[in-house]
């Protein structure tokens, strides 16, 4: 199944391109990088300039960049868990 904007919150994001657009520490508003890792809870971006910066889902909105080169604005809440775990809230 290829990524798109109504099933990002249940696919892998480890690889896709972000930005964040809202999140309670102003200094990483507009902070723009690749998803390097991903946790229950936190997101690790990676910027151009190689700095990782591990981020929690919750409280933030986000901009995905998709393979196809559309943006996705997402609430980061919708992202909590590992995404095989998202992955079985669908299936339910």
């Given amino acids: 199944m290829r990524v798109n904007s109504r099933n990002i919150a249940y696919h892998e994001l480890i690889g896709l391109e972000?930005?964040?657009?809202?999140?309670?520490?102003p200094s990483l508003v507009g902070l723009k990088g690749k998803v390097v890792d991903e946790t229950l809870?936190?997101?690790?971006?990676e910027t151009p300039s190689g700095r990782?910066?591990?981020?929690?889902?919750?409280?933030?909105?986000?901009?995905?960049?998709?393979?196809?080169?559309?943006?996705?604005?997402?609430?980061g809440s919708t992202i909590i868990g590992r995404p095989w775990d998202r992955l079985k809230m669908v299936s339910r």
């Fill in 18 to 25: 972000v930005r964040i657009l809202q999140y309670p520490d």
């Fill in 41 to 45: 809870k936190t997101l690790v971006i």
């Fill in 52 to 75: 990782r910066v591990r981020i929690f889902k919750f409280n933030s909105i986000l901009e995905f960049m998709l393979p196809d080169g559309e943006a996705v604005v997402i609430k």
